[in-house]
């Protein structure tokens, strides 16, 4: 299975830019590169995904590596809000056919007020 | 509106006693997931699903099974061979990898209590 690494947890304050990261050395040439974040007691939710270039969203910007071992998540101005556990994973098809979707631990990201 | 479903939000349950967790969704996805998650940790796969009457075991499957005989509908059961039950359960849906590569849609979870 294709892993991601991230650091167990950041700290930020409020109106500052986070920058969250994720190694993926192993991943393929046709893996996504997805994130999502999970606020308490709540299920996860997209962020934003990619697969080279650099993508923006209203939630968020993800800039990829040029070789694609490394992404980082960036926040530009965070928020209280923000406050949550955020995975990146990578979207890999398995045997079969079958996909399998595989959520490491994640980065716990706390924003001081 | 269209989104994914579970049900209960909270269940209790003796130990013992297989549990039937819900789980619906109304987007027309394909692939659907189980997931379990203990405090302060991360998601594990149980089961997933690419297609109707069709699925694959996770990481974690022991002690749990489904079934896909809807594309709506992909329930749980957690028997009483699991070992350590007590735990939040997430349910999602997507469009398949090969049609396109979007995004995943969790349910709000389920949280399971066995006394």
């Known amino acids: 299975d294709a892993k991601t690494t991230q650091p167990n947890s950041m700290e930020s304050n409020e109106e500052e830019p986070v920058h969250l990261p994720c190694n993926h050395s192993t991943i393929s040439g046709t893996d996504y590169i997805h994130w999502y974040r999970q606020l308490p007691s709540q299920g996860p939710e997209y962020v934003i995904h990619g697969l080279t270039s650099n993508v923006n969203n209203r939630m968020a910007s993800l800039a990829i590596a040029e070789d694609r071992k490394s992404s980082t998540l960036i926040l530009h101005r965070a928020t209280l809000r923000d406050a949550a556990v955020y995975y990146c994973?990578?979207?890999?098809?398995?045997?079969?056919?079958?996909?399998?979707?595989?959520f490491g631990k994640g980065t716990k990201l706390t924003v001081n007020p | 509106d269209g989104g994914i479903t579970q049900s209960p939000k909270y269940l209790f349950r003796k130990e013992g006693q297989n549990v039937t967790l819900s789980c619906e969704q109304n987007l027309n996805h394909d692939a659907m997931y189980w997931y379990r998650q203990d405090p302060g940790q991360g998601l594990r796969l149980i089961y997933y699903?690419?297609?109707?009457?069709?699925?694959q075991k996770g990481d974690i499957a022991e002690g749990y099974s489904v079934s896909r005989e809807k594309k709506e509908s992909f329930p749980l059961t957690v028997t009483s061979a699991q070992k350590n039950p007590t735990a939040f359960y997430l349910c999602?849906?997507?469009?398949?990898?090969?049609?396109?590569?979007?995004?995943?849609?969790f349910g709000q979870g389920t949280r399971l209590t066995v006394v």
């Open positions: 699903s690419q297609i109707v009457n069709d699925f």
């Open positions: 994973i990578l979207r890999e098809p398995s045997q079969g056919g079958s996909e399998k979707l595989v």
């Open positions: 999602a849906s997507s469009l398949v990898w090969e049609k396109m590569n979007t995004e995943a849609f």
